[in-house]
């Protein structure tokens, strides 16, 4: 049999249809699964006023399915073991005396008669409707009514052609479906079959795709924008697009600016030429069959110009003071109330930033307060250069904070900063660096272009980061309101990304939460962004990680020797090694093996070996490469089998063991500043 | 009607079909306001279990949104007309297209959209879900299912009708600023209003008085906090005076609205003058459900 089951509602915000639709579709299945009625496929659609799903192949009724039921013991009173006989509709010779794992009593089988599909869908759906995640449901039948996303007004439910009976929130469910709110039968019966057609006959377009295709449709090459596309396919029944037009004169307003307007606040594609400027043209998509007099599009220009005239007076509002006049201004605003104002968080901006170039410059520099404050009466006087647009950026990078148009736009900061920044004459790489310094704002985003940009990028999400910590306000599990998770992974990609070799773990105060946290977030990038191996991360990251352009070349240069035979057999070795050491409980002592205590043969052989291989890639390893490095390494491999294969480490004569010990752990200790080897999974331990 | 409404047809066209439908017409509240929901006609009326239905314009002033008159599409006081349908039909949506109807928007020809706005006032304790209606692109009216006002559950879910009436009109009329449009015939909207918006906007930005304010607010404040504690200990708490407290707390609520356009509340204090105003408002709603005898009490039982 075929099941429609349509609920009808007023509209439903279209971020919540996808996960209602999963949902529904799912629940249903297993529902039926459940209660014995086939296993089927569901099919689910869904507009702003319906959520659908489709079943076909569910078995009429259950199968029917026998039950044991238990009565007295064996030693019982003849008079109740009749008395459950009589129950069960059985004479007392047909009870059978079976044990149920404890005792010997009587019981018979009884039948469970299946029950028709109707019933038990009556039965199951309005529960399964009501449990219907949203991330904000309410009420309107009164409290303690039903509780869905918005009122639920008419429900479809027909197994074939028959009404599955059942009741939610005071809507019974029926044959009668509605149409859309202008263009269609405010009522009309379907059937399983004819259900989708007679919604088109009504405005109704079910399938998404379809819908989707009638807005590609519009004839005009607007801007690809698929989150707003499928918006509009969730918002709409009946999509129409239309094309409008705007005044050439507001083109003179940044292009930043004018789609914000248009894709946010009016839902809008914009139009661009190859040059990839706009046009004075935008694409609206209507819920409706078309605009023959041209009243909708008229309506949409108005409200667009209205719009944009706003714009332009907060733009000519704001040109009144210059962002280096409003950056005191940001001592009233709060950034966070434990983490003072946004002037504090400017302040400590500029520090860091300083401090990033003098690292940058110096990696391994010591940073005191001495260091810092002469830096900083360096820069006062330098004009120019990228340390000084850094500098200059990171001092007025949050002064739009305090403009209209950012308080209009708020995904705009940052951006309006920057185009600020270079109309009142700032140099262009201070500017460039303010409107990117928010970058990466997402997984899709890009780091910063220019260094200063990036410097000023790295300090205010660092400064976010540690600030968080320090007031203990740690994301944990999904929750993260201060976004702390993807700061750090901006911050791990800018460094990456950027290719700048600065010293990040050196960075962290010491704190180990947060050095633990960052850990995290370096091993995602590194799998989940650049796709190499876990083992391979882990290794490398186990050697050292405060440069993050280094842990990359790192896990290359693995990742390029990693196939060579030799490789993963030698870090199976060095394991052993490591077993063998941990186990003698040896940390080394500093000196070199002792050559007259080394037995001849494989002992030598691996001691002669080493010291050849450890000589070469100290001298060569500028040249090599890590990659030239490890393929170095990988070619002790038959020296380090052939040595344990015939020598013992843990022999009687403690002098002779020491010295074993300690050729095994200075190799050891050589090789592993690249990675540490016991960290790659060999193909043999994966068999295991 | 005309066959180009004016502002005040609109007006009353919409007063009627709404009067029609079992509205009580109401006149405009009388202490200052930020919007129709304030009003005690919606924030006391919507709370308890009596089924009510009310419509008027409600003056509703928003003193950072003064532009002295210069932009065409802000005002500090913009004019809503608010329905309380309580409880909410199930038919709410239809009786609301048909109002857009009454007053000449033939929604064949029109594109009308309902999406997600959920709204909150934190002040008043108040929040619903709903949608803002977008007619060809312009946003025309908040639809609210109220849930929550004044900190209370609230026992029949009331639905929100707020029309924007400058907007409206100005869509009407195909204008692009509300100074152009027409109030009645002959008389522009400029001529009825533009005082205000210079006067108040100067006064709002420029020489309200920030110590002063600040003083009003905490006079109001104490007087409100005042008559809530006489009120827990009131003997005859029928015919204690909650809508003058409840006047009070409205006053708080503009004063605070005046000074943060002064750029006198920085974004901390805010949060936490707010929850001031808030603490008041929810006193407010929890006697008044306990003075109309929604909620059981030890002087209604004996």
Known sequence: ???????????????????????????????????????????????????????????????????????????????????????????????????????????????????????????????????TPFPKTMYWAGKGTARFIRPIRWIVALLDDQVIPFEVAGVWAANESSGHRRLGAKSFAVTY???????????????????????????????????????LVNITEWPTPIVGTFDKEFLSLPKEVLSEVMRYHQKYFSVENEAGDLEPVFVAVTNTDGDPEGLIRHGNERVLRARFNDARFFWDADQKKRLVDRVADLANVTYQAKLGTYLDKTERICELVLILIELFKNPGAVLDEELISEAKVRYAFE?????????????????????????????????????????????????????????????????????????????????????CFKAGMIPSGSKDPFAVRRAVQGVVRILVEGGLRLPIQSLLDGNEQLEEFFLDRIRYYFRETCGFEYDEVNAVLAAAWDDLVDVQQR??????????????????????????????????????????????????????????????????????????????????????????????????NPAVRQNRLTLLHNMLEEFSSIADFSEIVTTSQEMK | MNPVPTFQDIVLTLKKYWGDRGCIIQEPFDVEVGAGTSSPET???????????????????????????????????????????????????????GSLEAIGIDLRKHDLKLEEDNWENPSLGAWGVGWQVMLDGLEITQFTYFQQVGG??????????????????????GVDSVYDIEWTTGVKYREVRYNDELQYSVYNFELADVPTLW?????????????LALYAESKSKRRFPLLPTYDHVLKCSNLFNTLDSRGAISVTERVAVIGRIRRIAVAVAESWMDQQGFTATEEEAA
């Open chain 1, 1 to 131: 049999m075929n099941l429609l089951l349509e609920i009808g509602s007023e509209e439903i915000p279209d971020s919540m249809l996808a996960g209602a639709l999963d949902y529904l579709g799912t629940a249903v299945a297993s529902a039926i699964k459940d209660s014995s009625l086939g296993v089927v496929e569901t099919f689910t659609d869904g507009t702003p006023r319906r959520l659908v799903v489709r079943a076909e192949g569910i078995l009429e009724r259950q199968p029917d399915a026998e039950e044991r039921v238990w009565g007295p013991a064996k030693n019982a009173p003849a008079a109740a073991i009749a008395g459950f006989a009589k129950k069960q509709g059985l004479p007392p010779e047909q009870l059978e005396l079976l044990s149920d794992g404890k005792a010997e009593k009587y019981s018979c089988l009884r039948r469970i008669e299946g029950r028709p599909a109707v019933d038990v869908l009556a039965e199951i759906l309005p529960k399964l409707i009501l449990k």
């Open chain 1, 193 to 231: 079959d004819d259900y989708e057609q007679k919604l088109f006959q009504n405005y109704v377009i079910l399938s998404a795709e379809e819908r989707e295709k009638r807005i590609r449709a519009v004839g005009v090459n607007y801007k690809q924008d698929p989150g707003l596309l499928k918006v």
């Open chain 1, 383 to 467: 004009q120019g250069g990228e340390d000084f647009a850094a500098i200059r950026a990171a001092r007025l990078c949050k002064a739009d904070l305090t403009t209209e148009l950012v308080k209009e736009f708020t995904d705009l900061q940052g951006v309006i900063g920057g185009l600020y920044a270079r109309v009142q004459g700032e140099p262009e790489e201070v500017a460039m660096a303010i409107y990117e310094h928010y970058r990466p704002v997402g997984v899709d985003d890009s780091i910063p272009e220019t260094r200063a940009g990036q410097f000023v990028a790295l300090a205010d999400k660092l400064d976010s980061v540690k600030g």
């Open chain 1, 555 to 652: 896990l290359e240069a693995i990742q390029a020797v990693r196939p060579s035979e030799d490789f993963e057999p030698l870090a199976a070795s060095f394991r052993r090694i490591q077993n063998i050491l941990r186990q003698a409980q040896f940390e080394g002592t500093g000196a070199e093996v002792e050559e007259s205590l080394l037995e001849d043969g494989a002992e030598m052989e691996l001691h002669i070996e080493f010291e050849k291989v450890r000589n070469y890639i100290r001298e060569n390893a500028g040249e090599l490469g890590y990659t030239g490095v490890l393929a170095i390494i990988a070619t002790l491999r038959p020296k380090v089998d052939q040595f344990f294969d015939k020598v013992l480490v843990n022999v009687q």
């Open chain 2, 43 to 97: 924030f006391l009326r919507t709370l308890g279990p009596k089924p009510y239905r009310t419509a008027y314009v409600q003056p509703s002033r928003r003193p950072a949104d003064g532009r002295y008159g210069d932009n065409p599409n802000r005002l500090y006081k913009h004019m809503q007309l608010q329905v309380i349908l309580k409880p909410t039909p199930a038919d709410v949506i239809d009786l609301y297209m």
């Open chain 2, 152 to 173: 209370i559950d609230l026992d029949l879910v009331p639905a929100e009708i707020t029309y924007g009436l400058e907007r409206l009109t100005a869509f009407l009329q």
């Open chain 2, 215 to 227: 003083k009003l607010f905490e006079t109001h404040e104490a007087e409100a906090k005042r008559l």
